[in-house]
């Protein structure tokens, strides 16, 4: 089993930054990537990051680009998302999954899922 804590979340105003964390425990050498995910009342939960645990490049939804950075630190087993810029478009649940066998930003490779931490952005 893997388990994995989000934090970082909060309230912010338009145009700033956030930083959101992911603590992954476990058996985390069955994972191979780590991704975020968000979920806005009334919307399907969407991909906005994944990140290879052994490195090499990234995905980021359109409405992330240049805004977003996925980083990682696997000496501490804990993953970032780095949001700059921020719209209240981002306002959701964010939520940090784990896939065991290939990376996407569908939710369907990812076994398993953190609680969530909530971002708001105000205008």
């Known amino acids: 089993q893997v388990q994995l804590v989000e934090s970082g979340g909060g309230s912010v105003q338009a145009g700033g930054s956030l930083r959101l964390s992911c603590a992954v425990s476990?058996?985390?050498?069955?994972?191979?990537?780590m991704g975020w995910f968000r979920q806005a009342p009334g919307k399907e939960r969407e991909g906005v990051a994944a990140?290879?645990?052994?490195?090499?490049?990234?995905n980021y939804a359109d409405s992330v680009k240049g805004r977003f950075t996925i980083s990682r630190d696997n000496a501490n087993n804990t993953h970032y998302l780095h949001m700059n810029s921020l719209k209240p478009e981002d306002s959701a649940m964010y939520y940090c999954?784990?896939?065991?066998?290939?990376?996407?930003?569908?939710?369907?490779?990812?076994?398993?899922w953190g609680q969530g931490t909530q971002v708001t952005v105000s205008s």
């Open positions: 476990g058996y985390t050498y069955s994972t191979i990537c």
């Open positions: 999954a784990a896939a065991r066998y290939f990376c996407s930003l569908r939710k369907t490779p990812y076994s398993y």
């Open positions: 990140i290879r645990q052994s490195g090499g490049p990234t």
